[in-house]
């Protein structure tokens, strides 16, 4: 193999450079472990590159638009208001750029030997570095993920005592008749759009849908969204999903719950023609678009590691299974992030890989799933952590839930939105909390209390009790709490039953 591809020895290697990837080469650069790091592309992964942070910039450009759009509400006159689509790509790649460099330079600083290209295992302990080949445009958009290049002699060879296997996942395409004609696209291959559809169907209203269809809206288009289950942000509490919806169509969204999408074909001048049904195959419905979204589902990045030379158990989907050390069937090898299927959050990721590293470095963490936070940044906002109410019915409890509206909190009529609410839901032998749901402005920089509230077992007491600045939004978690208690002060007290 020449001199180039000698073998390299570590105290840890990592496949991965993402959210998980770079956090946990960070971490344990910091313990002092000699870490390798392979990465394919830059640092940074699918939450940096191609979705947290792109989809969170363009976003942000949309919500300028509308407030713009909205100025003479507060007394702003703003003339001749428009949208530059090239500048807000331009402004996304930029904060993409920012960011990438300072995990490389942190990387550096951390003293981590980085390998770029595709990891490909030869025993549990060692992997072959190939070359990728060239990325290219597929039907569904930037094949990021690139496959090892045809024929590739490894540039290096890594073995390390211990591996953390972080590769990440990909959308996953629907079996829809259809599916890869050219305009069907994924959620990467929305940015490759060079402008904004005119018409646009989003397949799934899911957190990754919702938040295409809401930024497409602002930026003029006629969105449709179709979602199989009866609600939008379907994994959210169900007055969560059922508000979204209503908020959506109020602004002119077009929104199909309990339906899915029989079929996609091309017809006259590259018009799309979208068939929908009820689940049942029943009610027929066709609409035209210029593109269509596929936003549903991931699958694990495991292809061409050569994982069954490892002896690591996947399940039946594919996700390779762990424990709560983050350890696989295989002795010295983890495996962190999406790829272990448990929660596909970038934080998640980041965290799992705080347990590993962890217990590498001999420690006893072990990962709680009980208070993971999620947001939607969709407009309005929508961020959660725990139980729905109806989820802590099913799992036994007895159950006391409140709401506070946005509406009463002095702060919200200030900043002109008061759309949304708070709701808590907590145990009532103890009055534990058992999960927070927020819709509405700053969704999720409000979440955190609700998490930490949870992460320490706290109660609606503690909520209540805990002096909250004011004028603020944050109020509105203590205003819900004081409902739940049947002690509110904002609105009016909950009927007895």
Partial sequence: ?????????FDLAIIGGGPGGYVAAIRAGQLGLRTALIEKE???????????????????????????QHAADYGVVVD???LDYSVVLKRKDKIVKTLTDGVAGLLKASKVTVFGGHARFTSPSTVEVVPTG??????????????????????AVVSAREMIIAPGSTPAMLPIPGIDLPGVITSDGAFMLAEVPRRIIIVGGSAVGAEWASMFHAFGSEVTVVELLPSLV????????????????????????ARTVAGIEQVDDGVLRVTTTKPDGGDEQTADADVVLIGVGRKPNTAGLDLEKTGVTLDRRGFIEVDDQMRTSAGGLRAIGDVTGKVLLAHVASHQVLIAVGNIAGHGERMNYKAVPAATFTHPEVASVGLSETGAKEAGYEVISAKFPYTALGRAQTYGATEGFFKVVAEAKYREVLGVHIIGPAASDLIPEGTMTMAMEGTLDDIADTIHAHPTLG???????????????????????
């Avoid at 445009?137 to 690139?146: E, S, T």
């Fill in 234 to 257: 379907p994994l959210e509490d169900a007055e969560i999903g059922k508000a979204l919806g209503q908020s959506f169509k109020k602004r002119g969204i077009n929104v199909q719950t």
């Fill in 134 to 155: 060239d990325a290219v445009l597929g039907a569904g958009g930037p094949l990021y993920n690139a496959p090892p290049a045809p024929g590739g002699k490894p540039t």
């Fill in 42 to 68: 830059r640092a940074g992964g699918v939450c940096l590159n191609w979705g947290c942070i792109p989809t969170k910039a363009m976003l942000r450009s949309a919500d300028v638009l509308e407030t713009v």
């Fill in 80 to 82: 001749k208001v428009g």
């Fill in 475 to 497: 109020e509105g978690t203590m205003e819900s709490a004081m409902v739940a208690l049947g002690l509110p002060i904002h609105v009016p007290p909950p009927r007895r039953r």
């Fill in 1 to 9: 193999m020449g001199e180039q591809s000698a073998q390299q020895d």
